[in-house]
């Protein structure tokens, strides 16, 4: 009996220190070697993006890894070699001693997986690992940063913690939670009943795009993993394409309802904060940290105008009702309103709240552009008269989030609000009609 015990103890402890590839190998290897390993950069040859690649040599022709005999990797030779000009990573400092360890170890144990698909992305293995479930209860509020209504107008969709939660709209009540979406979800697109995007990702880490049945939530799919987080995301008004945009610089750009990549450009020099669909949604707007905003052909994937009359981060896009022009805003407070040439129109600037970020953008009717601000506050502008018509709401926190629905004759207004509440506001009405915290059980 105590033998057993002892036993099964020391083979507790055993498997307990076993090395494991997924956690404690692969995050290692993506911080500090994946970006000049990878499909596109692969210095010396080599690639260390996917599990089958890391094993094959590259221009040196040495194994990179050979299980039970770190001293015979390549891999581990050039981490641990003291020649400063070949050691890896390049250009940078050795890795630290007990990391250096551990992919020793780890070669030295048999360079075993713990991942049953073997040719998956070392990205994809890590963004799973770290998938941590969805608290059952908030223990605070979480900032809503993204929302979005379904087709038929009855279930908003908005971002969680490592999920998306949807509710009721004309109750405030939580319908369902779909886990195991990314930590952090920056933009919702409701595309049909049973089709929703969702985007997000961990900062400086990994971006991710899900396409995901809300009806039936295991019928789900990985669009995209990128190697940042992933900012910005719009479907097309006519449903059939679906663009995404965020902190690696690039557009992409999928076939809807297939998600087959169309294609994929780097318009901008620095992150993609905001993007929008024109109406008739032939062409794509951007907003970006590199100060600029752009104009992108939708079918092709070719710029067809960049706006440079911000001198500062462009956060937020919307196109005119006619899909001719477009408005931009910045992190200052400024609104621009710019022609499909790139220039500005004549009375084409609007201030309509001092100096503060404009978080996003839209279009009450053609001569009503609305605004949500980091002040808290929600209005209508007179385009014309270029001056603020309406003040509609006003918060104590950043308005993440600007969505119009439309009932009949009556606009609302739906806005995501960093202190973690969807409010609903009918025109008009000075109080909101509906207003919920959107994290489940707080
Ligand atoms: C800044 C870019 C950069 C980073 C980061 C980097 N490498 Fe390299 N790596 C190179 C270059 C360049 C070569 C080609 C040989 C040379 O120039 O020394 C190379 C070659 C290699 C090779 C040899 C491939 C062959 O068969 O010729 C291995 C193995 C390797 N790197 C592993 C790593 C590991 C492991 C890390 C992370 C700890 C890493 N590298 C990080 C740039 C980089």
Partial sequence: MLRTLLFLSLTAIASAAEISFSRQIAPILIDQCVECHRSGKAKGSYRLDTIELMFKAGD?????????????????????????????????????????QLIREWIADGAKLDVADKKAALRAI????????????????????????NPAGSTLACSGYF????????????????????????????????????????????????????????????????RDCVLAMVASPDGKLLACGGADNQ?????????????QIE???????GMAFSPDSQHIATASRDRTAKRIDAAKGEIEATFTGHDC????????????????????GNIRRWDRNGDATKDGSLRPGGRTEMLALSF????????????????SMDAKARKTKDKITRYDDRVNVLLLQRIDNTARIITGCHDGRVRINELGKAEPVLQFVASPGW
């Avoid at 608290?135 to 209504?149: F, Q």
């Avoid at 971006?207 to 939530?217: A, D, K, R, S, T």
């Avoid at 557009?251 to 294609?263: H, I, M, Q």
């Avoid at 981060?313 to 992190?331: I, M, Q, R, W, Y």
């Fill in 267 to 273: 318009p901008h020099a620095d992150w993609i904060m």
């Fill in 313 to 332: 981060t462009v956060l937020s896009v919307a196109s005119t009702p006619d899909s001719k022009e477009t408005l931009s805003g910045d992190v200052e």
């Fill in 60 to 100: 040196s022709e040495t194994a990179p890894l050979v299980a039970g005999k770190p001293d015979a990797s390549e891999l581990y030779r050039l981490i641990a070699t003291h020649e400063g000009d070949d050691r890896m990573p390049k250009k940078a400092d050795a890795l630290p001693e007990k990391d250096m």
């Fill in 251 to 263: 557009v992409r750009c999928f076939e809807l309802p297939s998600g087959k990549l169309k294609w």
């Fill in 163 to 226: 999920e998306t939660t949807l509710w009721e709209t004309s109750t405030g009540k939580l319908q369902a939670r779909i886990d195991g979406m990314p930590e952090r979800i920056l933009a919702l697109a409701w595309v049909t009943e049973n089709q929703l995007a969702v985007a997000g990702g961990v900062p400086g880490r990994s971006g991710e795009v899900w396409w995901v049945n809300p009806l039936q939530p295991k019928e789900r799919r990985r669009l995209v993993s990128a």
């Fill in 126 to 149: 890590v963004s799973e690992q770290e998938k941590a479930r969805a608290p059952e209860k908030y223990p605070r509020p979480l900032p809503v940063t993204a929302l979005a209504l």
């Fill in 364 to 379: 009450l009717d053609a001569g009503t552009p609305m605004a949500a601000m980091g002040s808290g506050a929600v209005v």
